[in-house]
């Protein structure tokens, strides 16, 4: 009894090691790689050894492309709890709306990450979304002052404002804006100055073409993130026009489909584990044409 004990006693012990190991491992391999995901979407990964480790996934989506067109989750905002919407991790997004990519959106609330048994939202959670959301002309969140939001119109071109005109068909708040028609912003606060996970998204200037930079963090050795300022070195070098950040942290996550399922294209990083999506509030989606 006593070894077998000891053997209960060493599987368990071991049993968290394994399992972190094994996430560890389903990471994405550190190496470049540029490929076409969908008709009008490409993907690149970029590995950084300075300042710092880093990966950046950046997605560059043709808007006038045969086929894409843009989804935001809906919302359905309730009078008896005065909550906007169910919280649900990505991948689940784009599976329901049968969509070929999706990122996460914009910040929410409430939201607590203790450890892995104490969290909210879970799954199917009611939370509310911070600043404007819209999804296919309804708008379910108000616009709110200093969030200022990405519009989707339905010519599918793409804008970036305080506020979304009453005709927009789909948009999503952020927070910074890292370049304002073409002039870079200056970040020098202690949370811009941070290293940290980013997902971003910026436009060209007739806002037909948009790009997705998503930046894993939070993961010593592999890719421990970007500043704000960073960030915004990295769009410039895009050539965007206009560039927002939305919400980051371990909520940071790309998905896109493939023959094979879901499949998840960066590390996303729920209690500093990775590869574990968080529930989020809302996304952003598109559909395309397959290649």
């Known amino acids: 009894m006593k070894r077998f004990a000891v053997v209960i006693g060493t599987s368990l012990l071991l049993l968290p090691m394994i399992v972190y190991a094994r996430l560890h491992f389903l ?23 300075k300042p710092r480790p880093v990966v950046v996934h950046t997605v560059s989506i043709d808007l006038t492309a045969p086929g894409v067109k843009v ?68 708008r379910y969140s108000p616009p709110e002052t200093e969030w200022p939001a990405i519009c989707f119109t339905q010519y599918n071109e793409a804008k970036i404002l305080n506020t979304c005109p009453d005709a927009t068909k789909a948009a999503v708040a952020g927070r910074e804006v890292l370049i304002n028609q073409g002039k870079p912003g200056n970040f020098q606060s202690k949370d811009d100055l941070k290293p940290y996970p980013r997902t971003a998204v910026g436009i060209d200037k007739e806002g037909k073409k948009l790009w997705l930079v998503i930046v894993d963090g939070k993961q010593p050795f592999y890719s421990e993130g970007l500043t704000n300022q960073e960030l915004t070195d990295v769009f410039q070098k895009l050539g965007v026009y206009s560039a927002l950040n939305l919400d980051g942290g371990g909520s940071t996550t790309l998905v896109t489909d493939s023959p094979e399922g879901v499949k998840i294209l960066n590390s996303p990083s729920q209690f500093k584990l990775p590869m574990i999506e968080r529930p989020v509030a809302n996304h952003i989606g598109f559909y395309a044409l397959d290649k």
């Not at 309730?78 to 910040?107: G, V």
């Not at 607590?112 to 959301?133: Q, S």
């Open 71 to 138: 989804l935001v989750t809906p919302g359905k905002p309730t009078s008896s709890d005065n909550t906007e919407i169910n919280a649900r991790i990505t991948s689940d997004f784009l599976k329901e709306f049968k969509l070929k990519l999706a990122i996460n959106a914009s910040y929410f609330y409430n939201f607590r990450e203790n450890t892995p048994l104490d969290y909210f939202p879970h799954n199917g959670d009611r939370v509310n979304v911070v600043g404007e959301a819209i999804s296919e002309g309804d």
């Open 27 to 49: 990471r994405p391999p550190l190496t470049n790689i540029e490929r076409s995901l969908h008709q009008g979407i490409n993907y690149k990964r970029d590995i950084y050894k």
